[in-house]
């Protein structure tokens, strides 16, 4: 099966009893038992749940993995998977990382005991460096969040392998349909289903997909000892917005292209980042391990002030400013303060994350919509 085939049919059947095409929203939070532990695969809705199943098959067919648990959000997601570590363990990742992401490491897993590296992941040899005899996971995210920078996924998930470690890719901002992790390589995939996955911003979710047995048992004993699970709505929302995925991320990387080029030849604009410009570091890598450029852009001004940077984001009329990606609708963030306002300004800076960055996500609107709006905005 194709992907586009299989974003609509990945581990769908018709529900057994009704016949009913699109899986039901099972809100229940038990199941009937015939005998005691005597039950058609589920016993208590912590554990597992029909439309929550149906979603995990989904995933996993996009990503090519034999299994995929789903989870409340992108960050409990995240957590599972740092939670099979061991104190003493060490984290390898990239110093350009999600804000979020780069709290939680810090801020809980780092008082209890994991350490972590965050290094400049496009330079292989950096990584290198970092490795120790207790390095067990590499946490890869490309492209970068917010500077689109490329990580190559490959050669980062064999030096991995040839050590012992992990190699995890966060593929939130790529989405299945551009990059698939599991055929470069790497042993496990996370998402923020709340981005691409879910592709309408209005729910909240995450997941992990795998092939590795051990690890996704462990994964499923997270899901139900700790239980961040999403409840059967939202794992209904997702997978209704997974079946457009690929129609949505297609036109969006388009008017990503087009607003690029156009940003590229604006005169006060000063950098544009975007891995589909010729003249993107990693832009030869990019056109090899993805399928297309993605819908993310960043710039800055040459004006490269915070004040001139805000001054064109309160201008927006079409591109909502708000913080989040991968919906239909066009956004216009600022980075330092709102995805990566968790991660203190030296550290920031130190990784190029400048004040005076602001990041599009590019939606499904008309391009000229697009363009105008941002034209009327820059003026
Ligand atoms: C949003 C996001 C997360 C966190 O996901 P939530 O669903 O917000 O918890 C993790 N990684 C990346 C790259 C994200 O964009």
């Not at 592709?199 to 961040?228: L, P, R, Y």
Request: charged share 20%; glycine share 8%; aromatic share 8%.
């Amino acid at each position: 099966m194709k992907f586009n085939t299989k974003a609509i049919h990945a581990g769908q059947e018709p529900e057994k009893t009704s016949g009913a095409v699109m899986p039901p929203v099972f809100q229940t939070s038990t199941y009937a038992q015939k005998a005691p532990n005597e039950h058609q695969g589920y016993d208590y809705a912590r554990v597992g749940n029909p439309t929550r199943t149906a979603l995990e098959k989904l995933i996993a067919g996009l990503e090519e993995a034999d299994e995929c648990a789903c989870f409340s959000s992108g960050v409990a997601a995240i957590d599972a998977i740092l939670k099979t570590l061991k104190p003493g363990d060490h984290v390898i990742s990239t110093n350009d990382l999600y804000g979020g992401t780069y709290r939680l490491f810090t801020q809980v897993f780092e008082p209890y005991g994991i350490r972590f590296s965050f290094v400049d992941m496009t330079d292989m040899a950096e990584v290198e460096k970092v490795f120790t005899e207790s390095t067990k996971l590499v946490w890869i995210e490309t492209p970068t969040n917010p500077l689109l920078r490329i990580i190559d996924i490959k050669k980062a998930a064999q030096m991995s392998n040839e050590r012992g470690a992990l190699s995890v890719v966060d593929n939130t901002f790529a989405s299945p349909y551009l990059q698939q992790p599991l055929l470069l390589g790497a042993d496990a995939v996370m998402h923020s289903t709340t981005k691409y996955l879910g592709g309408h911003s209005d729910v909240i979710g995450g997941a992990v997909a795998s092939s590795d047995k051990n690890f996704m048992e462990n994964i499923h004993f997270q899901v139900k000892t700790t239980g961040a699970v999403p409840g059967p709505m939202d794992c209904y929302l997702v997978l209704r917005g997974i079946k457009t995925l690929h129609l949505r991320v297609q036109r969006s990387v388009e008017n990503a292209k087009k607003v690029a080029e156009y940003l590229s030849e604006y005169p006060e604009v000063g950098t544009v980042y975007y891995p589909g410009l010729d003249n993107h570091p990693q832009h030869e890598l990019a056109a090899a391990q993805m399928n297309d450029f993605g819908a993310m852009v960043s710039f800055s001004m040459k004006d490269d002030t915070m004040e001139k940077a805000f001054d064109v984001m309160k201008k927006t009329k079409i591109f909502t400013l708000a913080e989040s990606l991968g919906g239909v609708e066009s956004l216009i963030s600022h980075p330092a303060s709102m995805t990566h306002g968790s991660i203190p300004k030296d550290v920031r800076e130190k990784a190029g994350l400048k004040d005076s960055l602001i990041r599009l996500s590019m939606g499904v609107e008309d391009i000229q919509d697009l363009i105008d709006d941002l034209e009327q905005a820059l003026q």
